[in-house]
C-alpha cells in the first residue's frame, strides 16, 4: 500500500512538478491550493503526511497546521513545511507549532524523497 | 691772662662743636643720599640748597652745577607747571605768576599732596616721578625753604600701562565676543559688566546695561526662568552647565552656563554668566541626525532587500530544480512530451528570474536618477494589443483581458516605460484576481492627455494600504501570502513621474481595483 500525500502549495508549477516527483516514486498524491481548501482535503483523506508551503492565500501554512493538530482523526499525520525563507525565525516558529520536519526551497527531487522516506519509516 | 685763656677754652668747645656739626652733616648726608629718593631742597625764593646723590643719578645734573645755582624748575615740565597755574586760578581765584612759587603753592598752604611730574633729565630724555613737596619752616612758623622728596614711578607706569591694557583686552574681548554675551552680575541680579555680540543683536548700549537690571530686553517668560535660575547660583553656589534657554531670542537658540565668583573669605556677591548661541551646532545635530535615521533607514531597506530577494528567487528556482529532476527521470521517448514541458517551465522560470532582477536593477537606477526617458511618438494601440499577447500564457484559468481605446492612437511617451507599466499593472491584476475574472484595459488620447487605466475584480486594496502603496517594498496586508516584491509599483509611480505622469488607484476590498494612470503629452 503506497502512502498518501497531501501536497498543498499556492505557485502551481511547484505544485505540479512535486506531485510528478512524489507519483514517480509511488506516492499517492492530493493537491490544494491554499490552507483552507488543504484543510477540507486532509479531513477527507487523512494523510500519512502533509507538505505544505507557508505563504498561501485564503489561510497559510502556519494556519493550516495549528487547524490540523487540533484535528482528533489528523494525529498520525505527519506535517513537513516547503518555505522559501530560510530564516531561522520562520523555521522556528513552524516547529514550535508541531511541524515534524521542513525544506527549504529550492529543494532537489532526491532531497525531498529522503526526507518523506524517514519520516515515513 | 684769665680772660685769654678763658677765650681759648671758648674756641675749643667752638672747634669741637663745629667738628660734632661737621659730623652729623656727613651722616645726614649719607642718609638722604642713601634714602632711595630724589631729595632735592630750597631756599625760599627756589634756589636749591641740597641735591642728593640719588637726585643727581636720576636727573644728570652734578650736585655742584645745582645747589646755589639753580631752582628745581631746571628739570621740570613747563607745561605742567601751566596746567597746575590754571588749577590754581579755578581753585582758589588767583593768579600766580612765577614758576616755583607755582610748584610750590600748595606746601605753602600745608597741603602735602604726592602729584605726579615729569623730571626732564640733562640729555633731555624724560621720566615720571611722584613728588611730594613740604614747607621747612622755623621756629617762628616762618617759611624758609621747600623740601622735595622724588620717586622715579617709571617701573610703577609700566605696570599701570600693562594693567590698563589688560583691562583693556579683556573688555575688547567681551564686547566682541561672537554670538552671545558674557556678563558679570552681582547678587541683586544687575549687570556689574556685560558684553558680547548678543547684546548688539538686541541693539543695546552695552555701557547702558552696567549697573542696570540683568538682559532687560529679553521677553518674558524667558527673562523670569533665566532670573530665577541664576539667584538659585547665589542661593546653592551651584554651577549652572549648558542649560539650553526653552524659548528663543532674536530667533536663536541659546545655551547658559553660570557659575559663581568666590571672595577671599568665601563668600559669593557676584557671578559670571555666559549665553552663547547654539543654533548651528544644533543645526548639525539636526544634519547628523538625519544622516544616523538616512543611513538606518538605508540599512533596513537593505536587509528587506536581502530577505525579500531571497524569498522571491527561491519560487522559480525550485521549479527549475524539479523540473530539471523529472527531466532526468522522463527517459523513453514516449516522455518527449513531458521532458518538453519541463524545459518550458525551466525557460518560463529564468525569464520570471529575469524580471525579478530587472525590478531590482531599475529601482537602483531610479534611486540613482539614471533612467533616462527616450520619448518617441508610437502607436499605443498597437502596443497594448502586442503585450496583451505577450502575457497571454500568464493568465489564471478562464481569465480574459478586454481592452478598449479611444481618439488618436499616436502618442508622444517613452514606449519602453509605458510598455512596463503597462505588463506590471496587468501582472498584478493577474495576480491579485481569482479564476474566471476579467480584466478590462483602457486608454484614452483626448486633447493633451493621454489616460491609461487598467481595471479588475481581485482582492482589492484596503484605504490605508492605498496611502502607502508606491513605497518601495510595501505589500498589501491581504497581500502577504501572495508572491511579490513589492517593488513593482514603487517603479510604475516613478516611470510616470518621469513622463509627467500621475497615477491614481481606486479600489474597494473583495470588489476589484483600478489604475489610472494620466500623461499630459507634449503631443507630437
Known sequence: MSYKILLVEDNLLILDNTTEILELSDYKVFTACNGKDGLDMAMKQIPDLILCDIQMPVMNGYHLLENIRKSLSLVHSRFVFFTASSEKKDIQKGMQMGADDYIVKPFTGEELLDKLKKLLR | MKDHTEALRKLRISNHQLDQLEEMQAYQKAILDNAGAMIIATDEKGLITFFNHEA??????????????????????????????????????????????????????????????????????SFPVSLNITAVKNN???????????????????????????????????KNYPDGSISIIDNKLRFVYTGGQLQTRLNIDQKELIGADIYP????????????????????????????????????TYMMDAFPLL???????????????????????????????????????????????SHEF????????????????????????????????????????????????????????????????????????????????????????????????????????????????????????????SINIKTIHKDQHILLSVKDQGIGISKQDQAHLMER???????????????????????????????ECKSELEEGTEFIITFDSKDS
Open chain 2, 314 to 437: 527561491r519560487t522559480p528556482l525550485s521549479t527549475i530544480l524539479s523540473s530539471a529532476y523529472l527531466i532526468e527521470k522522463y527517459t523513453t521517448s514516449e516522455d518527449q512530451p513531458k521532458r518538453e514541458k519541463h524545459l518550458q517551465r525551466i525557460i518560463s522560470s529564468v525569464s520570471m528570474l529575469t524580471d525579478i532582477l530587472n525590478d531590482f536593477l531599475s529601482l537602483g537606477k531610479i534611486e540613482e536618477g539614471k533612467i533616462e526617458v527616450k520619448l518617441s511618438e508610437f502607436n499605443v494601440k498597437e502596443m497594448v494589443s502586442d503585450t496583451i499577447k505577450e502575457m497571454e500564457h500568464s493568465l489564471k484559468k478562464d481569465q480574459t483581458i478586454n481592452y478598449s481605446h479611444e481618439g488618436s492612437p499616436e502618442v508622444f511617451l517613452d514606449v519602453s516605460l509605458l510598455k512596463f507599466i503597462l505588463m506590471n499593472l496587468v501582472s498584478n491584476a493577474v495576480k491579485f484576481s481569482s479564476e474566471g475574472a
Open chain 2, 56 to 125: 643727581s643719578l636720576n636727573t644728570g645734573y652734578d650736585e655742584m652745577e645745582v645747589i646755589n645755582k639753580k631752582t628745581p624748575l631746571l628739570f621740570h615740565d613747563k607745561k605742567e607747571i601751566a596746567k597746575i597755574r590754571y588749577e590754581l586760578l579755578n581753585e582758589l581765584e588767583i593768579l600766580i605768576e612765577d614758576d616755583f612759587a607755582v610748584l610750590v603753592e600748595k606746601a605753602r598752604r600745608s597741603k602735602h599732596e604726592e602729584e605726579e611730574f615729569t623730571y626732564i633729565r640733562k640729555d633731555k630724555t
Open chain 2, 217 to 252: 530686553n529679553i521677553e518674558e517668560p524667558l527673562r523670569n526662568i533665566i532670573i530665577k535660575k541664576l539667584g538659585n547660583v547665589f542661593l546653592t553656589r551651584n554651577t549652572i552647565s549648558n542649560f539650553e534657554l526653552p524659548h528663543p531670542v532674536a530667533g536663536d
Open chain 2, 140 to 174: 617762628s612758623r616762618k617759611i624758609i625753604g621747600f623740601m622735595s622728596v622724588a620717586f622715579d614711578i617709571t617701573e610703577r607706569r609700566k605696570a599701570e600701562d600693562e594693567l590698563r591694557n589688560v583691562q583693556q583686552l579683556f573688555l575688547q574681548l567681551l
Open chain 2, 263 to 309: 571672595e577671599e573669605d568665601g563668600s559669593v556677591n557676584k557671578i559670571g554668566v555666559i549665553i552663547r548661541n547654539i543654533s548651528g551646532l544644533k543645526k548639525t545635530e539636526e544634519g547628523l541626525r538625519d544622516a544616523l535615521e538616512k543611513e538606518k533607514e538605508l540599512g533596513e531597506l537593505k536587509s528587506r532587500f536581502v530577505s525579500m530577494a
Open chain 2, 473 to 503: 517594498f510595501f505589500r498589501g496586508a491581504n497581500a502577504t501570502n501572495i508572491q511579490g516584491t513589492g517593488l513593482g509599483l514603487h517603479i510604475v509611480d516613478k516611470y510616470a513621474e518621469l513622463m509627467n505622469g500621475s497615477v
